[in-house]
């Protein structure tokens, strides 16, 4: 069976090492579909996505093992800036060269000054340490010959350092969501994808890396206690309630309580799952005892988080949905991920949310009907749910392939996921990362003119449902409608 797989590669600054790669993956049929290596970003890391069959793969990986080019773990290495005060004169500098080769030190950066004429002069070394037991020992030895002072040092904040920098960068990953060896690897290969793609349109490598690091630390920031979303209630009929979860971050989860039974549309980040389960349990204590359904406006990561989760729960949804789900479980791009520009960003968002697509026995699939392509809102189903009746809107997959809208004519309600957000009601803190999707995909749509006619015509048909709807989109605060404008 053919498959792709994504190789990190740690190759010295040597001639041939590359050639030495590319001859061990053609040696077993494989074909490279992707090579990216940056020395401004990092002196040795390469990165490959091949594809080939499965046993092939495996004889690369161990020959890649063997050679020690493979990167499947990372070493606890650490970079230290220096700065030495030693006399001017030839050899000054001899001793501490010494002293780092005898350590097998690799030097990332180095500058010698004089401070002025004939008095001391100053050396400031970026050194990396393979063995952090070594570091006191290693400075004690210089210290026997100069002053020796230590400066704060991030290399991710700075670009003295380019012989680690992924796995500096990784490190700070593993801290920040716990991923093991294996996703940290995954993290190295879909982060340096990002960066290729946006370098690729003149974006400065940095910036790039700020970004994602930003996106990752936000994301971890709101765990635990610190997981604060609002929620609020509607009373929509004598029967029927609606309750709001509005979290930090990642979409907001609809709940329509009827009698026993729940209605669940869009989850949330799967990060945040246990932080939800307690917000769900609190608010239903017999949460657990009722009868669940769980439906999504779009298979965006974002907003499928718990359909794993909440397992005693039937998940309906559309035929296209189903499908983007099912290439998710069996390792295949989805949707979003079949836009280039989209797959990187896809990949993180899955590493960093801790996120597992569904089981698909549990679907219950409707719009099987539906035509493949189709540049209307089309009409695709319909169903009831207590006391209120749905129809079910399909777009034409300008922000993702199977997107939908829900609407309920009495009383006037609709879900719009992601096709309509309301975005006055954003918090401050949303906009913050809301923006950081639209620059690391060029876009959250995957087709940015189709999405702009689906957003007309759902703007027209909730014109249509009159004033006092009440609009609960993908992002932000609910929606009531005055005087909606096209």
Same mark, same amino acid.
């Given at each position: 069976?053919?498959?792709?797989? !994504?190789?990190?590669?740690?190759? +010295? %600054? /040597?001639?041939?090492? @590359?050639? #030495?790669?590319?001859? *061990?993956?053609?040696?077993?049929?494989?074909?490279?579909?992707?090579?990216?290596?940056?020395?401004?970003?990092?002196?040795?890391?390469?990165?490959?996505?091949?594809?080939?069959?499965?046993?092939?793969?495996?004889?690369?990986?161990?020959?890649?093992?063997?050679?020690?080019?493979?990167?499947?773990?990372?070493?606890?290495?650490?970079?230290?800036?220096?700065?030495?005060?030693?006399?001017?004169?030839?050899?000054?500098?001899?001793?501490?060269?010494?002293?780092?080769?005898?350590?097998?030190?690799?030097?990332?950066?180095? !500058?010698?000054?004089?401070?002025? +004429? %004939? /008095?001391?002069?100053? @050396?400031? #070394?970026?050194?990396? *340490?393979?063995?952090?037991?070594?570091?006191?020992?290693?400075?004690?030895?210089?210290?026997?010959?100069?002053?020796?002072?230590?400066?704060?040092?991030?290399?991710?904040?700075?670009?003295?350092?380019?012989?680690?920098?992924?796995?500096?960068?990784?490190?700070?990953?593993?801290?920040?969501?716990?991923?093991?060896?294996?996703?940290?690897?995954?993290?190295?290969?879909?982060?340096?994808?990002?960066?290729?793609?946006?370098?690729?349109?003149?974006?400065?490598?940095?910036?790039?890396?700020?970004?994602?690091?930003?996106?990752?630390?936000?994301?971890?920031?709101?765990?635990?206690?610190?997981?604060?979303?609002?929620?609020?209630?509607?009373?929509?009929?004598?029967?029927?309630?609606?309750?709001?979860?509005?979290?930090?971050?990642?979409?907001?989860?609809?709940?329509?309580?009827?009698?026993?039974?729940?209605?669940?549309?869009?989850?949330?980040?799967?990060?945040?799952?246990?932080?939800?389960?307690?917000?769900?349990?609190?608010?239903?204590?017999?949460?657990?005892?009722?009868?669940?359904?769980?439906?999504?406006?779009?298979?965006?990561?974002?907003?499928?988080?718990?359909?794993?989760?909440?397992?005693?729960?039937?998940?309906?949804?559309?035929?296209?949905?189903?499908?983007?789900?099912?290439?998710?479980?069996?390792?295949?791009?989805?949707?979003?991920?079949?836009?280039?520009?989209?797959?990187?960003?896809?990949?993180?968002?899955?590493?960093?949310?801790?996120?597992?697509?569904?089981?698909?026995?549990?679907?219950?699939?409707?719009?099987?009907?539906?035509?493949?392509?189709?540049?209307?809102?089309?009409?695709?189903?319909?169903?009831?749910?207590?006391?209120?009746?749905?129809?079910?809107?399909?777009?034409?997959?300008?922000?993702?392939?199977?997107?939908?809208?829900?609407?309920?004519?009495?009383?006037?309600?609709?879900?719009?996921?992601?096709?309509?957000?309301?975005?006055?009601?954003?918090?401050?803190?949303?906009?913050?990362?809301?923006?950081?999707?639209?620059?690391?995909?060029?876009?959250?749509?995957?087709?940015?003119?189709?999405?702009?006619?689906?957003?007309?015509?759902?703007?027209?048909?909730?014109?249509?449902?009159?004033?006092?709807?009440?609009?609960?989109?993908?992002?932000?605060?609910?929606?009531?409608?005055?005087?909606?404008?096209?």
């Amino acid at each position: 069976m053919r498959k792709t797989e !994504n190789f990190v590669t740690h190759l +010295p %600054d /040597q001639h041939g090492a @590359l050639l #030495l790669v590319c001859g *061990i993956i053609r040696e077993h049929h494989g074909n490279i579909l992707r090579l990216s290596y940056n020395k401004a970003v990092d002196l040795h890391t390469t990165f490959l996505e091949v594809r080939g069959e499965e046993e092939d793969l495996r004889r690369i990986r161990l020959a890649l093992e063997e050679i020690g080019y493979l990167e499947n773990s990372l070493p606890s290495s650490q970079v230290i800036m220096l700065q030495v005060h030693h006399a001017s004169g030839p050899g000054t500098i001899y001793p501490i060269l010494q002293i780092l080769d005898r350590y097998q030190v690799n030097i990332s950066y180095i !500058n010698s000054y004089e401070l002025a +004429p %004939d /008095q001391d002069a100053v @050396l400031r #070394l970026g050194i990396l *340490i393979e063995d952090p037991q070594t570091i006191g020992q290693i400075l004690n030895e210089i210290s026997a010959y100069y002053p020796v002072e230590i400066e704060e040092y991030d290399p991710l904040e700075t670009p003295l350092d380019n012989t680690v920098f992924y796995i500096r960068m990784a490190a700070r990953m593993q801290q920040l969501f716990h991923l093991s060896n294996e996703k940290t690897i995954e993290f190295m290969s879909e982060a340096n994808r990002v960066l290729q793609m946006l370098q690729e349109r003149g974006e400065n490598p940095q910036t790039v890396f700020e970004h994602i690091l930003t996106f990752a630390e936000k994301l971890a920031r709101y765990r635990g206690a610190h997981f604060k979303p609002f929620i609020t209630h509607y009373q929509l009929t004598a029967q029927t309630k609606l309750h709001v979860i509005e979290p930090p971050l990642g979409s907001n989860t609809y709940i329509l309580e009827y009698q026993n039974e729940l209605l669940l549309i869009d989850t949330g980040f799967a990060l945040y799952a246990e932080e939800m389960m307690q917000v769900l349990h609190a608010l239903f204590p017999d949460f657990d005892q009722r009868k669940k359904t769980l439906m999504i406006t779009h298979a965006d990561v974002d907003h499928c988080g718990l359909l794993s989760v909440i397992d005693d729960a039937r998940i309906v949804l559309n035929q296209k949905s189903a499908q983007g789900l099912i290439r998710q479980l069996d390792g295949r791009a989805d949707f979003r991920e079949k836009n280039v520009f989209h797959l990187g960003y896809s990949r993180l968002s899955r590493i960093f949310s801790c996120y597992q697509p569904p089981n698909p026995d549990r679907f219950v699939i409707f719009g099987a009907d539906a035509p493949d392509e189709h540049e209307e809102l089309l009409l695709i189903h319909t169903f009831t749910f207590g006391d209120l009746s749905f129809e079910v809107y399909e777009g034409s997959g300008g922000h993702l392939y199977g997107e939908m809208i829900y609407v309920c004519r009495e009383p006037r309600l609709a879900f719009t996921g992601d096709v309509y957000l309301n975005v006055k009601g954003f918090s401050d803190r949303l906009k913050d990362f809301l923006a950081l999707a639209p620059y690391m995909m060029t876009s959250v749509d995957v087709d940015p003119e189709r999405a702009r006619r689906t957003r007309s015509q759902v703007t027209q048909l909730l014109q249509a449902l009159g004033p006092g709807t009440l609009i609960g989109t993908g992002h932000g605060a609910v929606e009531m409608q005055s005087n909606l404008q096209k």
